[in-house]
T-cell receptor, first 116, second 113 residues
């Protein structure tokens, strides 16, 4: 059973360009979460999605950032008009069900975004 | 507002000895706690978790202790092995708020042979 897959692993963009990060959850998982890790910091929650629904986007910047998890295909985190401060590691995680006593989230390897 | 804090950025222990990693939280609504291990250029790997209805959970060399009154949890690794060298993140969540995890800043553990 393949784990959470993210691509690309590394992404370089110039200021003002768009970045698209993809995440395929583990087989059978319908809940996807995106986290961002800035240098020397812990992971910060961005957004929580189920198929075709955004459940919680309270951690995502209001402008330039959007996320989707369509019925078919991977989840996409989209950053428009990137700035240098967007440079970070972006991690996707998935879980099989809603929060309960056993809320393990399984993480992908991350996408390292560098904005020049 | 850092709701989950790991006050030790680094810890160095000798192989075979016990490693103790600490974590404090401020939000009393947290009711589920997890520890993740992370190697460079990889995603976090789930290690062990504990619900607020327990005060201890053990899995092989790893034991997590929860002190709700002190809002403190710790991860014990015994015996420590060089392969345990990694960054360890403490995370917390609330069942009623969905599945978002709140992470600490991490502790770099180095186990010396």
């Amino acid at each position: 059973n393949a784990g959470v897959m993210q691509n690309p692993r590394h992404l370089v963009r110039r200021r003002g360009q768009e970045a698209r990060l993809r995440c395929s959850p583990m087989k059978g998982h319908s809940h996807v979460y995106w986290y961002r890790q800035l240098p020397e910091e812990g992971l910060k929650f961005m957004v929580y999605l189920q198929k075709e629904n955004i459940i919680d986007e309270s951690g995502m910047p209001k402008e330039r950032f959007s996320a989707e998890f369509p019925k078919e295909g991977p989840s996409i985190l989209r950053i428009q008009q990137v700035v240098r401060g967007d440079s970070a590691a972006y991690f996707c995680a998935s879980s099989p069900r809603l929060a309960g006593l056993y809320n393990e989230q399984f993480f992908g390897p991350g996408t390292r975004l560098t904005v020049l | 507002d850092q709701q989950v804090k790991q006050n030790s950025p680094s810890l160095s222990v000798q192989e075979g000895r016990i490693s103790i990693l600490n974590c404090d939280y401020t939000n009393s609504m947290f009711d589920y706690f997890l520890w993740y291990k992370k190697y460079p250029a990889e995603g976090p790997t789930f290690l062990i978790s504990i619900s607020s209805i327990k005060d201890k959970n053990e899995d092989g060399r790893f034991t997590v202790f929860l002190n709700k009154s002190a809002k403190h949890l710790s991860l014990h690794i015994v015996p420590s092995q060089p392969g345990d060298s990694a960054v360890y993140f403490c995370a917390a969540s609330r069942q009623t708020s969905g599945s978002r995890l709140t992470f600490g800043e991490g502790t770099q553990l180095t186990v010396n042979p």
